[in-house]
């Protein structure tokens, strides 16, 4: 399984971004998949994951109600919807895929995509 990330950009503080991250690959549908997050000088924290028929969510604290995982396996996406935008979300975001998301361990990483929030 192959993943590309996209959607990242700049803007401003209280603004959305939608990332999306695209899986070669025929297997995608039987992966859960999360997201995850790595500012300058930090560790790689966890931001959200989904199971792999987007019955199941899951979301660090400090995202809940901002921030929502989706996925159509149709089209072999997982997004990222990020709203009210702040500063400290400022990082390169990961996508992950792996077939035992629930206890945190994928298998397969994207390259990232850069968001910045200016205030």
């Known amino acids: 399984v192959q993943l590309v990330e996209s959607g990242g950009g700049l803007v401003q503080a209280g603004g959305s971004l939608r990332l999306s991250c695209t899986a070669s690959?025929?297997?995608?549908?039987?992966?859960?998949m999360g997201w995850f997050r790595q500012a300058p000088g930090k560790e790689r924290e966890f931001v959200a994951a989904?199971?792999?028929?987007?019955?199941?969510?899951r979301y660090a604290d400090s995202m809940k109600g901002r921030f929502t995982i989706s996925r159509d396996n149709a089209k072999i996406t997982v997004y990222l919807q990020m709203n009210s935008l702040k500063p400290e979300d400022t990082a390169v975001y990961y996508c992950?895929?792996?077939?035992?998301?629930?206890?945190?361990?994928?298998?397969?990483w994207g390259q990232g995509t850069q968001v910045t929030v200016s205030s």
């Open positions: 989904i199971s792999w028929g987007g019955g199941s969510t």
């Open positions: 690959g025929r297997a995608f549908s039987s992966y859960g």
């Open positions: 992950a895929a792996g077939q035992k998301w629930v206890v945190g361990s994928y298998d397969y």
